[in-house]
């Protein structure tokens, strides 16, 4: 194993990386290991997506998912393998916006969804994801994404999840829209996340100990 580490011929490791040579299956889990190392070294997208593609071992196609940066053929492995672990790894590898994209709406996985919504650094598709999937916990990480005070205040308003409203609302920082959302929101758990932001300012805390109807409010008030 010390010496395939120490190879970086791309043939000698293509050889390595596709030999079904009795000597190699002399040893199963030793060959598996030393195919596995050797895949992890290669740089030909082409073939890593062949192995991803078609080997059943998934020491295999894990080390060959995990050496792949070409965009396309990555979404092309999650598209010819319906496996959840799969998509879970190609998520992990993805970076460009519109493979990104491409990838969020197709993926019935809600689990690898989420892995490549943590990667989204376009705000465009972030505000997408934040809106659209089906998923609470896809839209959570989308909405951690999110900068557009306007579109938290929406989101904070009308996602029908908990968890969703509240982390929005936790991302307002403008006064104006914290009020307007303390003022206008039908969920205690919203407003309870604005007086939290909010609690710090004296005059707020004062106002809160005097006004709020929620006790868990009242007791952010508390000194």
């Known amino acids: 194993m010390a010496a395939i580490r120490r190879v970086t011929d791309q043939a000698v490791l293509r050889r390595i990386a596709t030999s079904k040579a009795p000597a190699l299956r002399g040893l199963p889990e030793e060959s598996e290991a030393v195919r596995a190392t050797a895949v992890s070294r ?8 062949e192995l991803a593609m078609t080997e059943k071992a998934k020491r295999i196609y894990g080390a060959a998912i995990d050496a792949m940066t070409d965009q396309a053929l990555l979404l092309e492995v999650a598209r010819r393998r319906p496996e959840e672990e799969v998509a879970q790894r190609v998520a992990a590898r993805l970076t460009d916006p519109s493979a990104l994209r491409a990838f969020l709406k197709s993926q019935p996985d809600s689990m690898a969804r989420l892995n490549a919504a943590a990667r989204i650094t376009d705000p465009a598709l972030a505000a997408e994801v934040a809106i659209a999937d089906v998923a609470l916990t896809v839209r959570r990480m989308a909405v951690t994404k999110l900068s557009d005070q306007d579109l938290l205040l929406r989101i904070a308003q009308t996602d029908r999840e908990a968890m969703v409203r509240s982390e929005a609302a936790s991302r307002l920082t403008d ?4 009020l307007e959302l303390e003022r206008t929101t039908p969920h205690p758990d919203v407003r309870y996340t604005v007086a939290r932001a909010r609690v710090g300012d004296p005059a707020e805390a004062a106002r809160y100990a005097r006004t709020a109807s929620e006790a868990e409010i009242r007791l952010l008030a508390v000194p």
């Open 175 to 178: 006064p104006k829209l914290q």
């Open 42 to 49: 290669l740089r030909d997208q082409q073939l890593l997506a």
